[in-house]
Nanobody
Framework: QVQLVESGGGLAQPGGSRRLSCAAAGFTFSNVAMSWARQRPGKGLEWLCG????????AYADSVKGRFRISRANVGNTVYLQMDSLAPEDTAVYYC????????????WGQGTQVTVSS
């Protein structure tokens, strides 16, 4: 059974940093690209970034480019989101997810972790 469990959320000060983790289980982690998304209060889901299966390439939304960095450790089946220069508008629930392709496509999401940026 696929499991994605985010951790690392909490309260951060404006200008501060936070590192989120997403522990994966139930599938061959090293074979899939992983992504992070967020949902701000009263808003829809927003894709933030994605990383290739081997970690060699990543892409970012303009809203977080230069401030957030995605990485992964395939040995530990974990994907990370390093968030720097946080602003109050980064307050959101953050999710990791992946999309399975092939003959039975599906999306798998974690339960999310809340990040609140406030002084």
């Amino acid at each position: 059974q696929v499991q994605l469990v985010e951790s690392g959320g909490g309260l951060a000060q404006p200008g501060g940093s936070r590192r989120l983790s997403c522990a994966a289980a139930g599938f061959t982690f090293s074979n899939v690209a992983m992504s992070w998304a967020r949902q701000r209060p009263g808003k829809g889901l927003e894709w933030l970034c994605g990383i290739t299966s081997d970690g060699s390439d990543a892409a970012y939304a303009d809203s977080v480019k230069g401030r957030f960095r995605i990485s992964r450790a395939n040995v530990g089946n974990t994907v990370y989101l390093q968030m720097d220069s946080l602003a109050p508008e980064d307050t959101a629930v953050y999710y990791c997810y992946y999309k399975r392709g092939g003959s039975a496509p599906a999306e798998y999401w974690g339960q999310g972790t809340q990040v609140t940026v406030s002084s």
